[in-house]
């Protein structure tokens, strides 16, 4: 959990795939936040989650701590394994907005966040030691 320089080297790939997907949450979380009501409302609502406000704030606040987390290295292995279920209902979630089960993510499917969970998962199995 220490702060080390060599948990910032950008020339080790375990690194650099942990410090990716922590930033990857921050368009994610600003999703959820900007804008009144914010966009990410209307998703929650369409995938059925109830109160859809309540689930958008959990989902926030999990991503912004995995999003800390894998950035500085804290905890990774841990924290990547919560991003990677936090994903995985992501995609789900997905699933229950187009009321079907896509595939592209440019065609409103679950492409990119089971790719993202797999990639935290693969961080957490890469910092598992």
């Known amino acids: ?54 689930f958008m704030n959990v989902a926030m606040v999990v991503e912004s701590v995995a999003a800390v987390c894998l950035v500085l290295g804290i905890y990774t292995q841990w924290v990547a394994l919560l991003a990677a279920a936090s994903l995985s209902v992501a995609a789900i979630a997905v699933c229950f907005a187009n009321r079907a089960v896509k595939w592209l993510w440019n065609l409103g499917g679950m492409e990119f966040p089971v790719f993202w969970a797999l990639a935290c998962l693969a961080v957490a199995m890469l910092h598992w030691q």
């Open 1 to 54: 959990m220490l702060l080390e320089a060599s948990s910032f080297d950008p020339t080790d790939g375990a690194v650099l795939l942990r410090v990716m997907c922590g930033l990857f949450f921050v368009p994610h979380i600003w999703f959820k936040i900007v804008g009144s009501p914010p966009p990410a409302l209307g998703f929650f609502k369409l995938a059925g989650f109830r109160p859809p406000a309540f």
